[in-house]
């Protein structure tokens, strides 16, 4: 058995790598956002780096826990997490100001806001990967009623905080927390006979309640409250340009701007399309514009190397419950860069969900962090085994 004892060689380069390209990226990218005459010269650039400086402490405080150690945490963080979540609906508005009609932040002196749900995410992830490992653990042998009572319990531990996000109101982060399940209960061996009938009665549902929308909205109305203008995102979706005075002028704007970015786009300061927010969801909108397709395309590689190298890490270990941490982790980054680039093109409905490492924001960017401190966690603790087995 050869390991390395020299806390410097088990530093993971290549992810720290990737990494700073990201930062790179991001510095770029919301540079020339803040230029715009919206924000009245505000540095977002100087506070972003802020918070790449934050959340590499929170690596560094995350990378000598072995996995022993994070499983006894995960339970302890969670709860954290979940005594956040119900701080901030009980909060006095003093604390907890409602933004666009959503109570997700709180706010902290010399921090300006903070949003635990983007914690949540991470903690959640901890906390699926105990419950997984520790139920095969326990359970040798596989049967449909061991599946079953670990979909029981992976469902329990994600619908308390998604209940209690859902109460903000934030659909973008529930649907995190819904994507961060559906990788867990893949991964974690469930048998497909459980598994195809409840996606497929899943997506059943999500038919009935597109063609409701699409084609019956008075239904929705009639018996569950539904009123027709709460469905104006996704009809601004469908047809954004019969609706650019107001739910579709974000929409219609992304897609201007990044069309005329062609291929090399506009180079930096060179945008003409006004894009409020530009800084935040809709970065990916900017870096279309000034750099085209090409740095786009480079950006998204960004992205797919990132999601190799962490897939590479969870095949790699012989550590089960590491391996649920980096399909997670894998799940929550990317659903967000999916649905994030897929808004700004008009491909999915608009959701308020920001570009990992890329977009501006404080709590997002120390909340993927922390799970990158996982991942560091993971190869610094990790022993290579020149004869290794599965046992």
Request: hydrophobic share 45%; with cysteine; aromatic share 14%.
């Amino acid at each position: 058995m050869k390991s390395e004892k020299n806390g410097s060689t088990r530093l993971d380069y290549g992810l720290a790598f990737i990494l700073f390209l990201m930062f790179i990226a991001s510095a770029i990218s919301i540079y020339s956002a803040q230029k715009s005459g919206q924000y009245h010269g505000e540095n977002f650039l100087l506070k972003q780096i802020v918070w790449y400086g934050v959340g590499a402490g929170f690596i560094a405080a995350t990378i000598t826990l072995d996995s022993d150690q994070l499983k006894k945490i995960s339970w302890y963080t969670y709860g954290f997490g979940i005594f956040l979540l119900i701080l901030l609906i009980v909060a006095p508005e003093s604390i907890a100001k409602p933004v666009n009609g959503a109570k997700s932040w709180f706010k902290v002196p010399a921090m300006g806001s903070l949003q635990p749900s983007e914690f949540m995410k991470i903690f959640l992830i901890m906390a699926l990967a105990n419950v997984s490992s520790s139920h095969h653990l326990k359970n040798q042998v596989k049967t449909i009623q061991t599946d079953f009572w670990l979909l029981i319990k992976l469902g329990i531990v994600t619908l308390i905080p998604l209940a209690l996000i859902m109460q903000q109101p934030d659909l973008g982060t529930s649907l995190v927390l819904i994507a961060i399940l559906s990788g867990m209960v893949i991964i974690s061996g469930v048998s497909w006979k459980i598994i195809v009938p409840i996606f497929s009665g899943v997506a059943a549902f999500g038919s009935v309640i597109i063609y409701l929308v699409l084609w019956q909205p008075k239904i929705l109305d009639k018996y569950l409250g539904v009123k027709q203008y709460q469905l104006g995102r996704i009809y601004s979706w469908i047809d954004p340009y019969n609706y650019q005075s107001n739910e579709g002028f974000q929409l219609t704007k992304s897609l201007l701007a990044i069309g005329s970015g062609q291929t090399t786009g506009k180079g930096l300061d060179g945008r003409e399309v006004y894009l409020p927010e530009g800084h935040t969801d809709f970065i990916f909108t900017v870096i279309g514009e000034e750099f085209g397709f090409i740095g786009s395309s480079i950006v998204i590689s960004l992205f797919f190397l990132l999601v190799y190298h962490i897939t590479k890490i969870g095949m790699d270990t012989k550590n089960n419950f590491y391996t649920y941490l980096c399909v997670g982790i894998i799940s929550m980054i990317t659903f967000h860069v999916f649905q994030n680039i897929g808004m700004t093109i008009g491909v999915l409905p608009i959701t308020g969900i920001p570009l990992p490492f890329i977009s501006y924001g404080g709590s997002s960017l120390m909340g993927n962090m922390l799970g990158m401190g996982l991942i560091f966690s993971i190869r610094y603790h990790y022993k290579k085994y020149m004869f290794s087995t599965d046992s």
